[in-house]
């Protein structure tokens, strides 16, 4: 199993600035075969969706609507990866989700637990 833990999220006001954590433990099996990483959102009454992604190899693609005020990256000798989010707006507030997918033989998604992040206008 992979546990995801997840803190950096909280209220902010617009044009304000979080940056996300996600640290990644458990076997070792599992762990060595983390393929890509990636943060997703739900807002309130919407589905969940893609913020951004990383490869193992560092290659990132983004949502339009955060493209240029968030940086996704990772680093892999900590099993870590971060969402730098910038010029924050009041449609970012949402449960941010870190999300990483496994590939041993098949592909297993694991997620983290949550944490809000509330832009105040």
């Known amino acids: 199993q992979v546990q995801l833990v997840e803190s950096g999220g909280g209220l902010v006001q617009a044009g304000g600035s979080l940056r996300l954590s996600c640290a990644a433990s458990g076997s070792p099996l599992r762990i060595n075969a983390i393929n890509a990483m990636g943060w997703y959102r739900q807002a309130p009454g919407k589905q969940r969706e893609l913020v951004a992604a990383?490869?193992?190899?560092?290659?990132?693609n983004y949502a339009d609507s955060v493209k240029g005020r968030f940086t996704i990256s990772r680093d892999n000798t900590q099993n870590t990866v971060y969402l730098q989010m910038n010029s924050l707006k009041p449609e970012d507030t949402a449960v941010y989700y870190c999300?990483?997918?496994?590939?041993?033989?098949?592909?297993?998604?694991?997620w983290g637990q949550g944490t809000q992040v509330t832009v105040s206008s």
């Open positions: 999300h990483v997918m496994v590939v041993l033989g098949i592909n297993w998604d694991y």
């Open positions: 990383i490869s193992t190899g560092g290659s990132a």
